[in-house]
């Protein structure tokens, strides 16, 4: 069967309250879903993204090449089947693909917000995308699942709205974002303030996209190595050397160096900096026991059937994070929670990589 490939935004002029006390007003939310709404609307399935993901996460637009980030596990007859399943996919808010960020226009004057604004947390992205489905008439869902920050986001559903999924997956993902992983945000943040071409905030996103942004190419660096990990750089590099490349020029390069390189400016061509900063301040304050005494206090909220999923070697958001939550849920007698660590090299990509791993997992979840 076809895709079916829908792509929408939906305007809210209603106040977003958010975690900050602050308000976000009028906003945009832009989504995608494929598949079809079955008639007792019993077969939503919700997919939440990660930090640079958006709304796209399956099949191809028109005159592109590129797939949607997880077109490998949905898809007619994949591990998510739009055959029987219809999905929804939002861009979250703070984010740079048509929801509303810190480059949306500010009303009434209609300059980007820039540093105006808010802070948004995960639990605002859920609460906004929460507001969505209420404007399209689904009150509950079959199964809520991400990785990373969609990891987190599915998390925060299952606090904060234990009775909207039958089912929730997250993966890759952590209770609350440890040292580590904000420190590998700072150089990121660090290195997009300190380029003069940033413009503290006020560049112009069109000369970014043609010229780049070395600062945010630096960052985007560091959150490569924190993605992979040093099994999957050996296997994928070794110490390759490029070809044309003189072994003793000092800008010769290892294939390592080449691929921090492409993917570090590259990404400046298709990601916006600030959204950057304001995503990461995101994930740096995602604390499921915020607002809460305790983690344990937090997890007696949880009734939906809770899957969480580990990759062995994530260097970002350790297994142990994961295994942790899954204790924490024993501890308070959660009898509908379940654990598995997943056997990987790869690192923290590998949950956008290594579907093979983990896509009958997915599916038996479903079924
Ligand atoms: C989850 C979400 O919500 S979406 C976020 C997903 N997107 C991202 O993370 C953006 C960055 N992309 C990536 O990191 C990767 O493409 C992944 C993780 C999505 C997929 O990884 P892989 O399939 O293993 O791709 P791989 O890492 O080999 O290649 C990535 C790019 O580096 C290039 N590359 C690979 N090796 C080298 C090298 N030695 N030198 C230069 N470039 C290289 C590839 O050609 C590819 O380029 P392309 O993106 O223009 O096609
Ligand atoms: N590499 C993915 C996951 C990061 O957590 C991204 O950039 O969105």
């Known amino acids: 069967m076809s895709l079916n490939l829908k792509t929408h935004t939906e305007h809210f002029t209603n106040p977003l309250y958010l975690e900050s006390g602050r308000i976000l007003e009028p906003y945009d939310i832009t989504y995608e879903t494929y598949g079809e709404l079955n008639d007792d609307k019993s077969n939503v399935i919700v997919i939440c993204h990660a930090l640079t993901g958006s709304h796209h996460c399956a099949g191809i637009y028109e005159n592109e090449n590129k797939a949607g980030w997880w077109d490998g596990l949905i898809g007619s007859g994949k591990a998510i089947d739009t055959d029987k399943y219809f999905v929804i996919c939002t861009n979250v808010i703070g984010s740079c693909f048509g929801s509303s960020g810190p480059m949306s226009p500010k009303v009434p004057h209609h300059e980007p917000y820039r540093y105006k604004f808010p802070v948004v947390t995960i639990k605002d992205m859920v609460k906004a995308q929460r507001i969505l489905f209420d404007r399209l008439d689904i009150h509950r869902v079959h199964a809520i699942i991400g990785g990373s920050m969609g ?39 660090e290195s997009i303030l300190k380029d003069p071409d940033f413009k503290q905030g006020y560049y112009d996103p069109e000369v970014i996209k043609e010229q780049g942004l070395s600062g945010m190419a630096v960052g985007r660096m560091a959150g490569h190595i924190s993605f992979l990990s040093h099994e999957s750089m050996r296997k994928k590099f070794g110490r ?70 580990s990759f062995r070697n994530d260097q970002l958001f350790k297994n142990f994070e994961m295994k942790e939550l899954s204790d924490t849920l024993t501890e308070v007698g959660n009898k509908n929670h379940h654990y598995i660590d997943v056997d990987s090299d790869y690192g923290h990509d590998a949950f956008l990589v290594e579907l093979d791993k983990f896509q009958d997992y997915v599916s038996d979840v479903l079924k």
């Not at 925060?156 to 009775?163: E, G, K, R, S, V």
């Not at 993966?171 to 992983?181: E, G, I, L, V």
């Not at 916006?272 to 994930?283: F, G, R, S, V």
């Open 151 to 189: 990891g987190m986001q599915a998390l925060q559903f299952a606090i904060h709205y234990p009775n909207f999924a039958t089912k929730i997956i997250s993966m890759a993902a952590t209770h609350a974002t440890q040292p580590w992983a904000i420190a590998f945000n700072k150089v990121a943040q």
């Open 240 to 309: 390759e050397y490029k070809r044309d490349d003189g072994l003793y020029e000092l800008f010769g390069k290892f294939q390592v160096e080449s691929y921090l390189e492409y993917n570090g400016y590259n990404f400046t061509k298709w990601f916006d900096p600030l959204a950057y900063l304001y995503i990461t301040k995101a994930i740096n304050l995602f604390d499921l026991s915020r607002g809460f005494d305790s983690l344990s206090e937090a997890m007696t909220k949880v009734t939906a059937e809770l899957h969480l999923i």
